[in-house]
Structures are given as structure tokens and as C-alpha cells.
């Protein structure tokens, strides 16, 4: 009896081990699942990063779009109370050559950090009638003191700066510059020393808190030395005194940096183009105080800190904009 039990015992032992053998997974079939779902698994994971990644792109498109419209509507905006644009032939002469242009007068100097004429190019200079409230005091009775609104001019100057500055992105930018003229008191210009403003002895402001702002100088439209208005605005020249103090606002960043090169644009007959950059140029008539302006974005810019450049493969990701606008202000000499 006891020789049948261990027979039975051996028997349900090895029973025991086999079911546990059966029950478990050789390695050839785990190296063989492991396999599986890799070729599952990789190509679902590169559509999802795909996905992200084109999600990410779009959204950054998008952004650019919504920008580069913005500043085109600001930049309009501003041409609207234009007087007079400069062109591309003032903006590329000196005061000194015949006939003389501006490009000496206005910055880059002092508009931003490391900013040279090589890094900080003016694309669009112009002149404008600013719209200045509050401005002229009508009366000082405590129960009726009153003030009114006037107009002054001023100087607005558009640059495309293109630098190594770690503030900004890789690409270029657009930023604004401008001065503007104080508010002259009634007696207006006058002849002397009684000038209450530094450096401007001859004129009178209604008080030391209006005076112009650094470099300010009025165009002067009754200058003999030269003929017709656009020489006359070509001669203009900023206070030789007083050198500017006014910093560059930046309007817009991640514009595409890619050089004009031969590929010049087309500008309607009568204008001449400024720039040479793609993202910013302009076409201007100076005779019909017009001026186009072109905006390019660089999205991928936004995304990569290099291989950004425009080529027709990735067009799609340099929105494009532009507005023509005619100045609706007025020149008005004494």
C-alpha cells in the first residue's frame, strides 16, 4: 500500500510540472512578441510625432499671419497722416551729394544697441501731421480751464534690423523710430535768443514740458539753396546740436532675412523701391505721397534656431502681406 501511494505521488508531481511548463512562454516567442510590437508600435509613434510636429508648425504659421497683418494695419494706419515719403534715392545719399538725400540725418545712430547702418537699414521714412490732445491751454479760470487739441509734425522712420542680438530671434524685425516738434506758443517762430527750449533759440513753445523732442528739425519749404518740394525735404537736416535720445520701438519680430539679391520687386510704374531685404521693401510716389508696403514672416524661425532661409519648398511658412496707402495729410509752411 505504501509502495501505491508514492507511485501516485510521483506521477501527480510530474503532472504538477508539466501543466507549470505548458503554462509559461519559451524566449524565442517573447523575443518574437517583443519584435511585433515594435514594427506596431514605431510607425504609430512617428505618425503621432508627425502630427505634434505639423500641429506645432501650423499654429506657428498661423501666429505670423495674424502678426504680419497687425503691423501691416498699424503701418497704415500711420501713412494715413502722411505729408511726404521719402524715397529710395533719399535714403541711400548723403546730405552732401547732389542732389542730396538723408541717409546721414536720421539714425540708426542710438536707435538700438549695436545698431549700424550695415544691421539697421531705414526702409520707410516719412513725414506726418501727429494728432496731439489736450495740448494748447484755452483758458486758466479754476472753473473753466479748458484745453484744446493741436496738430504738430513729425518724423516716423520704419527699420528692418537684422543683428546678432540674443534679445530678439535669429531673423530680422521691424522696428519704428520717431520725433516729433513741440507745440509752438502763439507768437510762433521769432528771431533772437528767446527761445525757452535748449537749443532752439529762435522759436517760442507754449511751455518747457512741449519742447521737441532731440534732433527734431523742421523741413524748411522756403529754402533757397534748392529746387521743387523733394529737394527741399531731401535737405532737411537734424539739430546739429543735440544729438537724438530717442530709442527704437520694435513693431514686429521673426521676418524673413532673405536678401533681395537680383530678383528685384516690381513696383507700379513712377515709384522706386527701398530695401533689400525681402520681408520689408516698399515701392514710393513721392508725387502722389503713396507709398506699398510688402511684409514677410518667418515662421520657421519661430520653431529652429537654423536651416530657416526661404526656399519655394517651405513658401507656405512665410506669410506674406502688403497695403498701398496715400497720405492724407498736408504740408503747411508760414
Not at 90 to 100: E, I
Not at 133 to 159: E, H, M, P, Q, R
Not at 216 to 230: K, P, W
Not at 260 to 288: E, K, Q, R, W
Request: glycine share 6%; aromatic share 10%.
Amino acid at each position: 500500500m505504501k509502495n501505491v501511494l508514492k507511485f501516485i505521488l510521483s506521477i501527480e508531481l510530474k503532472h504538477s510540472k508539466f501543466v507549470q511548463q505548458a503554462n509559461g512562454f519559451t524566449l524565442i516567442e517573447l523575443l518574437v512578441a517583443l519584435l511585433i510590437a515594435f514594427l506596431v508600435l514605431t510607425p504609430l509613434l512617428g505618425f503621432m510625432v508627425n502630427i505634434l510636429s505639423t500641429d506645432q508648425k501650423e499654429q506657428a504659421k498661423a501666429n505670423s499671419e495674424q502678426e504680419i497683418q497687425t503691423a501691416v494695419d498699424y503701418i497704415a494706419n500711420d501713412l494715413q497722416q502722411a505729408v511726404y515719403i521719402y524715397d529710395n534715392y533719399a535714403l541711400t545719399h548723403t546730405s552732401s551729394t547732389v542732389p542730396p538725400g538723408i541717409q546721414d540725418q536720421i539714425p540708426p545712430v542710438n536707435i538700438a544697441t549695436g545698431c549700424n547702418s550695415s544691421t539697421c537699414q531705414p526702409i520707410l521714412v516719412f513725414w506726418k501731421r501727429k494728432f496731439l490732445t489736450s495740448s494748447i491751454t484755452l483758458s486758466t479760470s479754476t472753473t473753466t480751464n479748458t484745453k484744446d487739441d493741436t496738430f504738430v509734425y513729425s518724423l516716423v522712420a520704419y527699420y528692418l534690423i537684422k543683428d546678432s542680438s540674443t534679445t530678439w530671434s535669429k531673423a530680422a524685425r521691424i522696428a519704428r523710430f520717431e520725433i516729433t516738434d513741440g507745440v509752438l506758443a502763439a507768437s510762433g517762430t521769432t528771431t533772437g535768443t528767446t527761445g525757452n527750449c535748449t537749443g532752439y533759440a529762435n522759436d517760442t513753445y507754449i511751455d518747457t514740458s512741449h519742447c521737441p523732442d532731440a534732433g527734431f528739425q523742421r523741413f524748411n519749404l522756403n529754402l533757397a539753396s534748392a529746387t521743387g518740394l523733394t529737394q527741399k525735404m531731401n535737405s532737411w537736416k537734424a539739430t546739429a546740436s543735440t544729438a537724438y535720445t530717442q530709442q527704437a520701438s520694435v513693431l514686429i519680430d521673426y521676418i524673413d532675412q532673405t536678401s533681395i539679391g537680383s530678383t528685384l520687386p516690381t513696383c507700379p510704374t513712377g515709384t522706386l523701391s527701398s530695401g533689400s531685404f525681402m520681408g520689408f521693401y516698399t515701392c514710393v510716389d513721392v508725387a502722389n505721397t503713396t507709398a506699398q508696403v510688402f511684409l514677410r514672416g518667418n515662421a520657421l524661425a519661430r520653431l529652429q534656431t537654423s536651416n530657416f532661409d526661404y526656399s519655394s519648398n517651405n513658401q507656405t511658412y512665410f506669410p506674406t502681406a502688403n497695403v498701398r496707402v496715400q497720405g492724407r495729410g498736408y504740408l503747411f509752411a508760414k
